[in-house]
């Protein structure tokens, strides 16, 4: 196992990833096991760690651009991050090619999740969905936010992926968050999750920081090139690739079965 193969191929994927506009947690773990035969525990340690990196950069991008609610995203996250440092250690009593099938099925979901997300009839109704949920009562946002970041932070900490289907929809459909400020403030949600999801796998022994190393400079390089091209491509080839990532990831995974 080259590292200069492995930084290839994490820029490469980096530009795809930017393309797409997606987190690509699943994708990294598929590569990580396909390609490279890392063991899946390290692949979801150092899945998780290298969003604390991405998701960071996009944090303060997106509230730098008002898409960011930051006190309703922090809170949301804070239980994430019990609920991601919980799941770890659930995630270490899972045998590995248990840990495979689970994890690749909810990669498959994440990819059905985006698909609804961006099909034309969720679409017609973000506008009525924020409308109906603009005013949430202190009382039922804080049970909400326990509850959602509880459940995404768990599914984070047990399959090392960052949640971002399941954060968006619950941000839109449950607070009744424009579709701009729910993409941004996932971001933010997912920086406490991601941190704590990533000292729990360290605890355990399962992050590689040498590996860490060259999947962050490898896809934050090149998710900054494709990120360039997202702009020229044609709305159905983004919608597309936003879709099949996480269905891609979850057939790499199955190919190390």
Same mark, same amino acid.
């Given at each position: 196992?080259?590292?200069?193969?492995?930084?290839?191929?994490?820029?490469?994927?980096?530009?795809?990833?930017?393309?797409?506009?997606?987190?690509?947690?699943? !994708?990294?773990?598929?590569?990580?096991?396909?390609?490279?035969?890392?063991?899946?525990?390290?692949?979801?340690?150092?899945s998780?760690?290298?969003? @604390? !990196?991405?998701?960071?950069?996009?944090? =303060?991008?997106?509230?730098?651009?008002?898409?960011?609610?930051?006190?309703?995203?922090?809170?949301?996250?804070?239980?994430g991050?019990?609920?991601?440092?919980?799941?770890?250690? =659930?995630?270490?009593?899972?045998?590995?090619?248990? +840990?495979?099938?689970?994890?690749?099925?909810?990669?498959?979901?994440?990819?059905?999740?985006?698909?609804?997300?961006?099909? #034309?009839?969720f679409?017609?109704?973000?506008?009525? +969905?924020?409308?109906?949920?603009?005013?949430?009562? #202190? @009382?039922? *946002?804080?049970?909400?936010?326990?509850?959602?970041?509880l459940?995404?932070?768990?599914?984070?900490?047990?399959?090392?992926?960052?949640?971002?289907?399941?954060?968006?929809?619950?941000?839109?459909?449950?607070?009744? *968050?424009?579709?701009?400020?729910?993409?941004?403030?996932?971001?933010?949600?997912?920086?406490?999750?991601?941190?704590?999801?990533s000292?729990?796998?360290?605890?355990?022994?399962?992050?590689?920081?040498?590996?860490?190393?060259?999947?962050?400079?490898?896809?934050?390089?090149?998710?900054?090139?494709?990120? #360039?091209?997202?702009?020229?491509?044609? #709305?159905?080839?983004?919608?597309?690739?936003?879709?099949?990532?996480?269905?891609?990831?979850?057939?790499?995974? +199955?190919?190390?079965?």
């Amino acid at each position: 196992m080259a590292n200069v193969e492995i930084l290839a191929t994490m820029l490469l994927m980096g530009m795809i990833l930017g393309f797409a506009g997606t987190g690509g947690s699943g !994708f990294i773990i598929g590569i990580l096991l396909a390609v490279f035969h890392i063991p899946v525990h390290t692949a979801l340690g150092t899945s998780i760690a290298a969003m @604390v !990196f991405t998701t960071l950069s996009g944090s =303060v991008s997106h509230f730098r651009e008002g898409n960011a609610r930051l006190r309703s995203g922090l809170i949301i996250g804070t239980f994430g991050a019990g609920g991601a440092y919980a799941g770890t250690f =659930v995630a270490r009593m899972i045998a590995a090619e248990q +840990l495979i099938w689970l994890t690749s099925g909810m990669l498959f979901i994440s990819g059905l999740l985006i698909w609804l997300r961006t099909s #034309k009839v969720f679409a017609a109704k973000e506008q009525a +969905l924020a409308e109906e949920s603009a005013e949430i009562k #202190k @009382v039922r *946002f804080w049970v909400l936010a326990a509850v959602t970041g509880l459940v995404t932070g768990s599914l984070s900490g047990v399959f090392g992926i960052g949640s971002t289907p399941f954060i968006q929809l619950a941000l839109l459909i449950l607070f009744g *968050f424009p579709l701009k400020q729910a993409v941004g403030t996932t971001m933010v949600v997912i920086l406490p999750i991601a941190l704590f999801g990533s000292i729990g796998f360290f605890q355990a022994g399962f992050l590689d920081f040498v590996l860490l190393t060259q999947v962050v400079a490898g896809t934050m390089i090149g998710s900054y090139i494709g990120a #360039k091209f997202t702009k020229r491509a044609p #709305k159905l080839l983004l919608r597309t690739a936003m879709i099949m990532t996480p269905i891609a990831g979850s057939l790499l995974m +199955l190919v190390n079965t």
